[in-house]
């Protein structure tokens, strides 16, 4: 299975940027679609982004679609979400995970190995 570490969370203002990453390891990652999700106080996790395993095909929540942006490194085991223009109800922990096929996936039991989470906090 692939461990998942993720990173640059914090707090930032409205229409600030954050650049997150998810560090993995295992030899399985090159392989292995990779989503980012995320889960608000109270709210079920949801998705958020998720692109396959050698990047060529990505798809994003509505919510965030035009303002974040997932990419991949497989040379560094690391996956990012680049998140622009945020808002308040961005607000949540985020998490990646990685997926039990090589594509893209919108569905949290198509992954079996997620991180610890990483908050982001956008204030108004």
């Known amino acids: 299975q692939v461990q998942l570490v993720e990173s640059g969370g914090g707090l930032v203002r409205a229409g600030g940027s954050l650049r997150l990453s998810c560090s993995a390891s295992g030899r399985t990652f090159s392989y292995s679609g990779m989503g980012w999700f995320r889960q608000a106080p109270g709210k079920e996790r949801e998705f958020v982004a998720t692109?396959?395993?050698?990047?060529?095909?990505?798809f994003y929540a509505d919510s965030v679609k035009g303002r974040f942006t997932i990419s991949r490194d497989n040379a560094k085991n690391t996956v990012y979400l680049q998140m622009s223009s945020l808002k308040p109800e961005d607000t949540a922990v985020y998490y990646c995970?990685?997926?039990?096929?090589?594509?893209?996936?919108?569905?949290?039991?198509?992954?079996?190995?997620w991180g610890q989470g990483t908050q982001v906090t956008v204030s108004s």
């Open positions: 692109i396959n395993w050698i990047g060529s095909s990505t």
């Open positions: 995970a990685s997926a039990r096929s090589s594509g893209s996936h919108l569905q949290t039991y198509d992954y079996v190995s």
